[in-house]
């Protein structure tokens, strides 16, 4: 069975702190992993990696994949209020199917 | 840019009512979905059209009927709501067979009492 399990499921840190979210996934025909981001509505858009090893950045945000552990970890440093959301990673087969993690929940203290 | 639109944004039905929740894309992708999420759950796909004239079921898809009524548009379902069907619903869309995300509606939040 195709999963994706996102740890931790939630997270409370404070401003400045730096987080690393975890995504594990077990899909086959893998093409690529995805994270968005999800406040109040539609989850946005922030990475897709499909190689191993190479990192996204993206401000204070980067991401990496490890096709041969099969798992890939969002960083975000210097956190700040706003980052607090929902993060979300997916996985797309080449079929493209989707499959999604529970989230991790991140809340920033001020 | 409207991007995907979800009508209704908000809706309350009795048990047994039935709906159709309604999603609209304008940037020309072939493939649509349909999730629910829940809390603690994630999203979980409910079906998905990967291209115009089909539909395939996806995790959970009992209790719900979609329409791919054209590139555009697809429906969903509810045919007989019942309260474990309260839920969001988000509908996406993107481009079959290419390496592009999903871009996704506001949601439709449906209480069912």
């Known amino acids: 069975e195709d999963k994706v399990v996102q740890s931790p499921l939630s997270l409370v840190v404070h401003e400045g702190d730096t987080v690393t979210l975890n995504c594990s996934y077990e899909?086959?025909?893998?093409?690529?992993l995805l994270w968005y981001k999800q406040e109040k509505k539609a989850p946005t858009f922030l990475f897709m990696l499909?190689?191993?090893?190479i990192e996204k950045k993206s401000g204070r945000l980067s991401s990496i994949l490890d096709k041969k552990e099969l798992f890939s970890i969002l960083n975000i440093t210097a956190t700040q209020t706003g980052d607090s959301a929902i993060y979300l990673c997916a996985v797309v087969n080449t079929g493209n199917q989707f499959y999604f993690g529970t989230g991790t929940s991140l809340t920033v203290i001020p | 840019n409207a991007g995907v639109t979800q009508t209704p944004k908000f809706q309350v039905l009795k048990t047994g009512q039935s709906m159709t929740l309604q999603c609209a894309q304008d940037m020309n992708h072939n493939s649509m979905y349909w999730y629910r999420q829940d809390p603690g759950m994630g999203l979980r796909l409910i079906y998905y059209?990967?291209?115009?004239?089909?539909?395939d079921k996806g995790e959970v898809p009992n209790g719900y009927n979609v329409s791919r009524l054209n590139k555009r548009e697809f429906s969903l379902r509810l045919e007989s709501a019942a309260p474990s069907q309260t839920s969001v619903y988000f509908c996406?869309?993107?481009?079959?067979?290419?390496?592009?995300?999903?871009?996704f509606g506001d949601g439709t939040r449906l209480s069912i009492l």
């Open positions: 996406a869309s993107s481009i079959m067979g290419s390496n592009q995300p999903q871009h």
């Open positions: 059209s990967a291209s115009e004239g089909t539909t």
């Open positions: 899909v086959t025909n893998f093409r690529s």
């Open positions: 499909t190689s191993s090893g």
